[in-house]
């Protein structure tokens, strides 16, 4: 007996295929009008996105020397995010430059950071640089600079007299020697790898200084750098791990230089048409984890 094609199943499958198409024909418009391969990841920075990405951007076919790189993410491990950086200016000898039309959180502002431009609009975000560990204890992932920032509060309290007994109790059982190290370590590196590429990277062509028109120093970059790792690190001034903050006030209170690409109509049409377009694919397929690399779709369900 031949089995009859499913009608409902091949339609969907064409209106797929149209869609992916559409996708497609968005991003050449972006990449024509920015210079540049474009590439999309919606998802964690975590293992094996560095692995899979590497495969992805070695099957491409390099014909602009630049790379915008479109990413939304809640964060992920600093060492992911460290080789995402790495394979992104490995094979890309011009300029990096990061679009976040929605959000780019802890590990995700980190990289951002590598970038030489980076461009948002009103509604975009970046977070503080608190990044992501796994716990030993319960197997989940935790912000460290919480973890570190309670255990210094219990230890505060227990110097000055005032720990209860409860929160003795909690200190005991909750709090790894080890853990408090490995946290640490993740602290120095984040701090650490965002002032050596805002140096490199983001500060490249920073000759003059905007308001007094001064020459910028090698010194002067690496100040800046000390003084926006500080503040993104700064937990009692976000108070949370998940807080997003705005482009406005990355500018103001953070001097961090932020294109806006709502100035440019042509610009924001053709982002917005792009990342709408794919948010809009994947959510209909159920997609948690997105790529779009080399004109190829490829969305995973967690």
């Not at 000055?160 to 370590?185: C, H, R, S, V």
């Not at 705005?246 to 924001?268: A, C, Q």
Request: with cysteine.
């Amino acid at each position: 007996m031949i089995n009859k094609p499913n009608s409902k199943r091949l339609i969907q499958e064409d209106a797929d295929s149209v869609l992916k198409d559409l996708i497609n024909s968005y991003c050449e418009d972006l990449e024509k009008k920015l210079n540049s391969h474009v590439i999309f990841y919606m998802g964690p920075l975590m293992s094996p996105t560095d692995d899979l990405l590497k495969d992805k951007i070695e099957g491409l076919a390099i014909k602009y020397n630049n790379l915008t790189f479109v990413l939304e993410t809640d964060g992920g491990y600093i060492d992911v995010t460290k080789r995402i950086a790495e394979v992104l200016r490995h094979h890309f000898k011009g300029n990096v430059d990061f679009i976040v039309p929605n959000h780019a959180m802890s590990a995700g502002t980190i990289l951002v950071m590598s970038g030489n431009n980076i461009y948002m609009d009103y509604y975009s975000v970046l977070g503080p640089i608190d990044p992501q560990v796994p716990s030993d204890n319960e197997g989940k992932l935790i912000p460290a600079l919480g973890y570190l920032e309670q255990y210094k509060r219990l230890i505060k309290k227990s110097e000055n007299g005032d720990l209860t007994t409860a929160e003795m109790a909690y200190l005991i059982e909750k709090f790894d020697p080890a853990e408090l190290y490995k946290y640490e370590q993740e602290k120095e590196l984040s701090v650490s790898l965002l002032k050596e590429w805002l140096v490199k990277y983001k500060f490249k062509n920073w000759i003059k200084t905007e308001t007094k028109n001064k020459k910028v120093t090698d010194k002067m970059k690496e100040e800046r750098a000390e003084s926006i790792a500080e503040m993104l690190n700064d937990t009692e001034k976000w108070h949370s791990h998940g807080i997003g903050i705005s482009m406005e006030v990355l500018r103001r209170d953070v001097k961090l230089k932020i294109e806006d690409y709502e100035n440019t109509t042509d610009l924001n049409k053709k982002i917005k048409c792009y990342y709408k377009l794919l948010k809009d694919f994947a959510e209909k397929n159920g997609h948690a984890i997105v790529f779009h690399v080399n004109r190829e779709y490829d969305g995973y369900r967690v």
